[in-house]
């Protein structure tokens, strides 16, 4: 078996992927922390040819140089907008018809391998602050919720962790995957 070199795999060039078709999903961070986590987010975004950000509250935006250290260069490929506040980007989801869909523990979520991308829907799913998760005020205005099994000790997964394991699950049962 031999490691494939980077310039065998394929991958489009930045102009090519603005030009590309996406994933009919955005990623809404909720007041995330971490520029490391939003720098893992823009390169896992990159990755599944998600559609764009939106960077909300105290989330970091590029240009930034912790951002740039775990994106490594996708927060110049991958489209994002800034909102001041969760609900701003949540009310032009809205007028824009998205499925807003939190990544969240509440009553009546979806198992996560239950759920697949409805065909002609877009969607917002959107992620939670490190140590609150999605604020309750968004998840009250989401059309339903998404929730990660797990079986440890544990209640939680990191941001990034949450967002590939979501993505992934997301990019795997789409048309762009066949």
Request: aromatic share 6%; charged share 25%.
């Amino acid at each position: 078996m031999r490691k494939i070199e980077n310039n065998e795999l394929g991958r489009p060039t930045p102009q090519e992927f603005e030009l590309m078709e996406k994933l009919p999903v955005t990623v809404v961070l909720d007041n995330v922390r971490s520029l490391n986590n939003v720098g893992s987010v823009f390169r896992t975004c990159d990755a599944f040819a998600i559609e764009r950000i939106m960077l909300c509250g105290i989330t970091a935006t590029p240009p930034n140089k912790e951002i740039h250290k775990t994106a490594l260069g996708a927060e110049n490929t991958v489209a994002w907008e800034y909102f001041r506040t969760t609900k701003e980007a949540v009310d032009r989801l809205k007028t824009e018809r998205y499925i807003l869909t939190a990544v969240e523990q509440v009553e009546g979520a979806t198992m996560l391998h239950r759920f697949q991308l409805e065909p002609k829907q877009r969607y917002a799913l959107i992620f939670g602050n490190e140590v609150d998760g999605v604020a309750q005020d968004i998840v009250d205005l989401c059309d339903g919720a998404i929730e990660i099994p797990q079986v440890g000790t544990k209640h939680s997964l990191n941001i990034a962790v949450s967002v590939g394991a979501v993505l992934w699950q997301t990019f795997a049962t789409s048309p762009l995957n066949k």
